[in-house]
């Protein structure tokens, strides 16, 4: 191997379906109507392969460590997509040989016999939109199955793939305390091998936002949602499931390495419409984001081979990111490591946060507190001004 290559972080692609069948009122991702795609399987085979080959041309170095199918419901594309998806990635780069293989699927399509279809087409860990264990609560968010349909889609996932992970949101508006321990305990219950548990977030442009605005919808207040987030650290730490990132809980193998990677300041390509990623080219970290809309990314892959526009980040914005990346971990990051990414940090202001209980006072190793990990924008602030 060159010694460019052995310098390189390692390598994962995300890899993004801007569809779902009916769209969340409190979602502000990348998604369209699924009934809005009128472009065919081949033709998205086609701009999918175009964009990998592109960011093959700029980062050529494998193998691939993870790939990961997010969107929108990736459980919607055809099963053959994912599997020619994923023959194109390991053509160019080579797939390692225990590369971790997500795909997020939501619980209306996810049929046994598609997930066995998965399965064969490579992917290794499925990661279901669960959302909640209670019914009212599915209604309320917009969903479209019932905590039944959730319960067996986990089932069969957990029967098929090597991992198998839910989400939730929490924090909803009304929520009890009370409440979402029972919930949590139902969702423990399933001896989960991993679990993202998400504080509902009104983002502007939603449904929800709309309401919040009008006055009719009201989140739990800073103190009730912090009540809430140390009960949910306790009672996953009680169950094996302790968190290793903010919004993260898994025992040690069940870790999601593709994200862990991402926050350790690993490489990945962002492929398909509206995709960010970080890629290092000549040394330089570089940020790529995708053209949002899916005809417009199609077209720019028909025409030009890709959707992409790539931007070098600055020593200073690619030193915020690796730092704020890194305190997301539970663990942190080492401080050596923090430096071999350009950052400097500032004896004094660190002990300041440390004497504030907002970073803990191990040596060597740049670390949030469980308080810390709530206000990471304000420590940054802080640490970096
Ligand atoms: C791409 S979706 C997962 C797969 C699939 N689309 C589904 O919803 O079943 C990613 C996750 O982000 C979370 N999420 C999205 N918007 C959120 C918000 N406003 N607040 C909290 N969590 C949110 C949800 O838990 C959702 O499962
Ligand atoms: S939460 Fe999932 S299903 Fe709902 S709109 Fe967002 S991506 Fe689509």
New binding site residues.
């Given amino acids: 191997m060159s010694a460019e290559a052995d310098s390189l972080p390692p390598l994962g692609i995300y890899l993004h379906w801007p569809f779902?069948s009916a769209i969340?009122p409190?979602?502000?991702?990348n998604v369209h109507a699924a009934h809005k795609n009128t472009a065919s399987q081949k033709d998205w085979l086609a701009a999918y392969r175009a964009e990998l080959a592109h960011a093959h041309g700029l980062r050529p170095h494998g193998p691939v460590q993870s790939v990961f199918f997010?969107?929108?419901?990736p459980?919607l594309m055809p099963g053959d997509l994912v599997a020619g998806v994923l023959q194109e990635i390991d053509r160019l780069w080579s797939l390692a040989g225990d590369a971790e293989i997500t795909l997020?699927?939501?619980?209306v399509s996810a049929a046994e016999v598609y997930l066995q279809e998965l399965r064969h087409a490579g992917i290794t860990r499925l990661?279901?939109?669960v959302?909640a264990f209670d019914d009212d609560a599915l209604r309320f968010l917009g969903r479209t199955h019932s905590v039944n349909d959730a319960q067996h889609a986990f089932a069969a996932a957990q029967d098929i793939f090597d991992s198998a992970s839910f989400?939730?949101?929490y924090a909803r508006p009304d929520q009890s305390l009370a409440a979402w321990q029972k919930e949590l305990a139902a969702a423990l219950a399933l001896a989960p091998h991993h679990m993202?548990l998400?504080?509902?977030?009104?983002?502007p442009g939603?449904a929800?936002y709309a309401r919040a605005q009008q006055g009719r919808l009201h989140v739990p207040d800073e103190d009730a949602a912090a009540d809430l987030y140390d009960a949910t650290q306790s009672l996953c730490a009680a169950a094996g499931l302790p968190a290793y990132e903010v919004s993260n809980h898994a025992a040690l193998p069940h870790r999601c390495r593709h994200n862990q990677a991402i926050w350790q300041g690993g490489d990945y390509l962002g492929i398909g419409p509206g995709a960010h990623g970080r890629v290092t080219i000549n040394g330089i970290k570089h940020a790529s984001l995708a053209m949002r809309k899916p005809q417009d990314w199609l077209a720019a892959c028909r025409q030009n081979g890709h959707g992409w526009q790539l931007r070098e980040l600055t020593a200073a914005s690619a030193a915020e990111e690796a730092v704020m990346l890194g305190l997301r971990l539970v663990e942190g990051r080492p401080l050596a490591e923090l430096a071999a990414q350009g950052v400097m940090l500032d004896g004094t202001r660190l002990a300041a946060l440390q004497q504030d209980g907002l970073l803990s006072a191990q040596k060597d190793v740049l670390q949030a507190t469980e308080k810390g990990r709530l206000l990471l924008d304000y420590i940054i602030a802080r640490l970096l001004a």
């Fill in positions: 779902c969340c409190y979602c502000d991702f997010g969107g929108g419901t459980s997020e699927a939501n619980p990661s279901l939109g959302q989400d939730l949101i993202s998400y504080q509902l977030t009104i983002e939603t929800f």
